[in-house]
Nanobody, 120 residues
Framework: QVQLVESGGGLVQPGGSLTLFCAPSENIFSRYDMGWYRQAPGKQRELVAGITTSGSTYYGESVKGRVAIYRDNAKNTLNLRLNNLNPEDTAVYYC??????????????WGRGTQVTVSS
């Protein structure tokens, strides 16, 4: 099973920016679709952004225009750039890998998450 480790979370003021990083335990970008999910207290986990093996990207409606997902192949990280953050973006952000971004399989992996808190 692939291990995923997230980093980059923290406390940021409204309007600020953050970049989250996901480091897989091996090179998987050519084999697995990747996604960033988030879960706020009392809410369901939602897909924030995803990128397929072919490089196609998807963004959730609540973050579209403020978020960018990209792979850094040199560093073997999946990055999520968050801009113009607001308190509604406060959540634990999780990295996920699977053969398909849209169809869960037994080969999917999750990281432990990184907390993002947007507050003044």
């Amino acid at each position: 099973q692939v291990q995923l480790v997230e980093s980059g979370g923290g406390l940021v003021q409204p309007g600020g920016s953050l970049t989250l990083f996901c480091a897989p335990s091996e090179n998987i970008f050519s084999r697995y679709d990747m996604g960033w999910y988030r879960q706020a207290p009392g809410k369901q986990r939602e897909l924030v952004a995803g990128i397929t093996t072919s490089g196609s990207t998807y963004y959730g409606e609540s973050v579209k225009g403020r978020v960018a997902i990209y792979r850094d192949n040199a560093k073997n990280t999946l990055n999520l750039r968050l801009n113009n953050l607001n308190p509604e973006d406060t959540a634990v952000y999780y990295c996920h890998s699977d053969y398909s971004l849209w169809t869960p399989s037994q080969y999917g992996s999750w990281g432990r998450g990184t907390q993002v808190t947007v507050s003044s």
